[in-house]
């Protein structure tokens, strides 16, 4: 199947700060799916995105779809150190499986 | 339910030696993922079962790698003989499967962290 890719690959913010992390694909995808990892955690599933232009937000965390749907982002404002972790985009892989970005990790500075 | 289930949760063993991986997915979920992740690499897709099936293993590294499937609520993740270059955390993720997009999340099990010395 089709990588996706994310940018950048880390990022340090200071807490209070926003943060935007980046999913592109050279092909148009059917969905997109957001995981985060915590240091020493497993991926949990944050979102699903299925629509053209689509935009849903939880709490602090806004993802979209973009139009042409070969990208998507994930943004989260005044960022808190409790959003440490690393951020994945994966990819519907045929509607079987999903292939996931090489992720964003995330440092927020106390 | 108690999610995704996996064991041992840590594992340390020699080169050559054989590793065997545990997995229980959520009772009901259709689909069962083998991922494998590592710095260098990510998050690896290794193989994956559909209703007990093996439906793609072109992810799985080399014949020293194997995995069954032998009922829905039991998987196993073998390497024989183990490798340094295998040292990484796998993970196991099970997801239901209609198809139809409500339910198509997957549940990642807290993984093993192995090292192979």
């Known amino acids: 199947g089709q990588q996706v890719m994310q940018i950048p690959q880390y990022q340090h913010v200071q807490e209070g700060e926003d943060f935007t992390t980046y999913c592109n694909s050279s092909?148009?995808?059917?969905?997109i799916q957001w995981y985060k990892q915590r240091p020493g955690g497993h991926p949990v599933f944050l979102i699903q995105?299925?629509?053209?232009?689509e935009v849903k937000k939880q709490k602090r965390l806004t993802f979209q779809f973009g139009e042409a749907k070969k990208n998507s982002s994930l943004h989260i404002t005044a960022t808190q150190t409790t959003d440490v972790g690393t951020y994945f985009c994966a990819r519907d892989n045929y509607g079987q499986n999903f292939v996931f970005g090489p992720g964003t990790r995330l440092s927020v500075l106390p | 339910d108690a999610g995704v289930i996996q064991s041992p949760r840590h594992e340390v063993t020699e080169m050559g030696q054989e590793v065997t991986l545990r997995c229980k997915p959520i009772?009901?979920?259709?689909?069962l993922f083998w991922y494998r992740q590592t710095m260098m690499r990510g998050l690896e897709l290794l193989i994956y079962f559909n209703n007990n099936v093996p439906i793609d293993d072109s992810g799985m590294p080399e014949d020293r790698f194997s995995a069954k499937m032998p009922n829905a609520s039991f998987s196993t993740l073998k390497i024989q003989p183990s490798e340094p270059r295998d040292s990484a955390v796998y993970f196991c993720?099970?997801?239901?499967?209609?198809?139809?997009?409500?339910?198509?999340?997957?549940?990642f099990g807290s993984g093993t962290q192995l090292s192979v010395l």
């Open positions: 993720a099970s997801r239901g499967g209609t198809g139809d997009g409500t339910n198509e999340k997957l549940f």
């Open positions: 009772s009901g979920h259709d689909y």
């Open positions: 995105l299925v629509k053209s232009g």
């Open positions: 092909t148009t995808l059917s969905n």
